[in-house]
């Protein structure tokens, strides 16, 4: 077993590490467990992982001592060994607004006020004076007046595509979207059409198909503002005007984007333009807003009463604390203000100068500047080994293999901050270089064709 300690020495190390099966094998493997016991059937998988995380390939599930900031203490799963102090590019609080003294202070006057629990739902009685007033905020800011809150991200968009869509309706969903709305999508109806990353030109293919021999069911159009895999974004006025031609609507899933980038935080929409004209949108606090919770938005109060009864995640969950509604309140007056602003500029400037970085060492930066820096790798064992090789040096950054991205398609995901020095961006740089090399990351694959 290698000491995860001693220098990697590739042409001595990785046929050891290749040898022990630790870079072999992918998640996939073990999707569909089969046997009558229900609990212990997944052993091999269980098997695997343990593998991995006795060779150091295995990242995550780690544990965080401490606030999400540039500098943090990070232990292995469920606390196994030692814990280590580095710089954070593996959390996700683009704005370094965990750690703001409003946001702490927010939370306690929150706490004294109205205590820890909504204690119902928001159908029921777990609305506060915090949750209705965030209600509102968003609307303003977005320009659409009908807001539903929800307990996670993940329960808006799943909430929303189950909600709105009949199983005779269609979803017409870009093939890089997020789980959630790819999931959502699948339990609402069979009639679930994939089309090419930001190809507009498919999704009107795809359109005109349906209208051509179905005039009387919905079409929802689904895409992100931006994709946190390749930190890239849609054409959004173009997709919905095709929506407004061929009778559509379209959802905008702006959980990476909203808060952290764009004119007043508006994010893709904001820099496109089209505050108040996207269909719906669908938002996560996790990101920009320094806690849980997630939103849909739109213009129609019908739609409103739709997810609000028939949406499982709003309906049958507890709503959102009055603590996590004051932080969002609070949050979202920082984005929207001058400090907000500075805050981008930093955090676009970190972004900036690390692409940059990262492509004169030969390395390829997938999309465009965003909080999100994906580094392509290619082959789950390069992203595995890059991973562990960054641990050793004190750098935490998500390694990404299948599901999160097609097999063959692994990448190192660095998340930024604002809080995020100069110093600490130049210092990462050429050790995710350097790991890269070491873990035989396949060449810079050209860009794929955009329609």
């Known amino acids: ?215 009387a069911n919905a079409i929802l159009v689904v895409t992100e503002g931006l994709f946190s895999m390749d930190a890239d974004s849609p054409d959004l006025p173009l997709l919905q005007h095709l929506c407004r031609e061929y009778k559509a609507t379209l959802l905008v899933d702006v959980a990476h984007d909203l808060g952290a980038m764009g004119p007043g935080g508006l994010g893709v929409i904001g820099a496109q333009r089209m505050q108040g004209r996207v269909d719906i949108v669908v938002g996560a606090f996790s990101k920009s807003f320094a806690a849980n919770g997630g939103f849909v938005a739109c213009a129609e109060r019908p739609a409103r009463r739709q997810l609000q009864m028939y949406a499982g995640p709003h309906m049958f969950s507890n709503a959102l604390s009055p603590v996590q509604a004051a932080v969002v309140l609070e949050s979202l007056r920082i984005v929207t203000s001058g400090e907000g602003d500075g805050l981008r500029a930093d955090l676009m400037r970190n972004a900036v100068e690390l692409r940059a970085l990262l492509g004169e060492a030969g390395l390829r930066c997938l999309g465009e500047a965003s909080p999100i820096v994906p580094v392509w790798m290619g082959t789950e064992a390069a992203a595995r080994v890059a991973g562990m090789l960054l641990a050793r040096d004190a750098v935490f950054v998500n390694p990404v293999e299948y599901p999160g991205v097609p097999l063959g398609a692994a990448r190192l995901r660095l998340q930024l901050m604002a809080n995020h020095t100069p110093a600490q961006v130049r210092r990462a740089a050429p050790l995710v270089a350097a790991a890269a090399a070491r873990a035989g990351a396949s060449r810079p694959q050209p860009e794929r064709r955009r329609g």
């Open 1 to 215: 077993m290698l000491n995860e300690y001693l220098p990697f020495d590739p042409a001595e190390d990785l046929p050891l590490l290749c040898a022990s099966g630790a870079l072999d094998g992918n998640v996939a493997q073990f999707a569909q467990p089969r046997g009558p016991d229900l609990l212990r059937r997944s052993a091999p998988l269980d098997a695997w992982c343990a593998l991995r995380a006795r060779h150091g390939v295995w990242p995550y599930a780690r544990v965080l001592e401490g606030p999400p900031e540039p500098l943090a203490t990070v232990g292995g799963e469920a606390g196994a060994g030692e814990a280590v102090r580095g710089i954070n590019f593996a959390s996700q609080d683009y704005l370094s607004l965990a750690a703001h003294p409003a946001i702490a202070d927010a939370a306690l006057r929150a706490l004294g006020e109205a205590g820890p629990h909504s204690a119902g739902s928001a159908v029921l009685l777990g609305n506060t004076r915090y949750s209705l007033e965030l209600e509102q905020a968003l609307g303003e800011l977005l320009g659409l007046g009908q807001v539903v809150l929800f307990p996670t991200g993940w329960a808006a968009a799943f909430g929303a595509l189950t909600a709105l869509v009949h199983s005779a309706d269609y979803v017409v969903i870009d093939q890089l979207a997020h789980a959630s709305l790819r999931q959502g999508a699948q339990a609402a109806t069979r009639n679930v059409l994939v089309h090419r990353h930001l190809d507009c030109d498919h999704v009107r293919e795809l359109l005109a198909g349906i209208r051509s021999r179905d005039s």
